[in-house]
């Protein structure tokens, strides 16, 4: 049983350019959640997908956008990139469908992004 | 809004040793809690969570935490520390289990042989 894989694992990027980060869920999730993991701190939310739809989003701008396709896997997207955009991307996988308590987040290895 | 502190950027225990790592949250509602560790160059891996029910936690790797609610806390212990154990590890809150996680800093565990 794959878990979550993302794509690519490592990546270099210039100031102002645009980037697309990609996450396929773990079998039997539907829901998708994104975080920005700076050096030396913990992930930050971005946003969470479910039902092709962004449901929560967390305190990031609107350079930073998302999508879900019909077979749950999504894409981040970052657009005219920072300096300070520099950070791991972590995906995270979960299903609505467990009852309450019981659901397990899972996350990926995780997207290096470096902005120079 | 949820708030997660965790005592301690960096924590050095000789291998065999207890490890002891704190956490204590800020919630407004019934939290579900959990540790997450994460190796060098690795995303995060769950160690245990703590939902309803029983305060004690048990997880992998021989850890384990205890939610106490009068102390907003839900340290993390082992009893022996092993070399094997160095890594990151995040304190995390959310509101219903699959929501959004609210991490702490992370504490940098060092096993000195």
């Known amino acids: 049983d794959a878990g979550v894989t993302q794509s690519p694992t490592h990546l270099i990027k210039t100031r102002g350019q645009q980037v697309t980060l990609r996450c396929s869920p773990k079998?039997?999730?539907?829901?998708v959640s994104w975080y920005q993991q700076a050096l030396g701190q913990g992930p930050q939310f971005i946003f969470q997908?479910?039902?092709?739809?962004?449901?929560q989003r967390g305190n990031f701008p609107d350079r930073f956008s998302g999508h879900q396709f019909p077979n749950y896997s999504s894409e981040l997207n970052v657009n005219a990139l920072l300096l300070g955009d520099s950070a791991l991307y972590l995906c995270?996988?979960?299903?609505?469908?467990?009852?309450?308590?019981?659901?397990?987040?899972?996350f990926g290895e995780g997207s290096w992004l470096t902005v120079v | 809004a949820q708030s997660v502190t965790q005592l301690g950027s960096h924590v050095s225990v000789s291998e065999g040793a207890l490890v002891l790592l704190r956490c204590n949250y800020s919630?407004?509602?019934?939290?579900?809690l959990f540790w997450y560790v994460q190796y060098p160059n690795q995303g995060l891996q769950l160690l245990l969570k703590y939902t309803t029910g029983a305060t004690l936690v048990k997880g992998i790797n021989g850890f384990e935490a205890e939610f106490k609610k009068s102390e907003t806390s839900f340290h993390l212990t082992k009893p022996s520390a092993h070399m094997s154990d160095a890594a990151e590890y995040f304190c995390a809150v959310s509101q219903f289990g699959n929501e959004k996680l609210t991490f702490g800093t992370g504490t940098r565990l060092t096993i000195i042989p």
């Open positions: 079998s039997g999730h539907d829901t």
């Open positions: 997908y479910y039902e092709e739809e962004e449901r």
């Open positions: 919630s407004s509602v019934p939290p579900y």
């Open positions: 995270a996988s979960s299903s609505r469908f467990v009852a309450e308590g019981g659901n397990t987040i899972y």
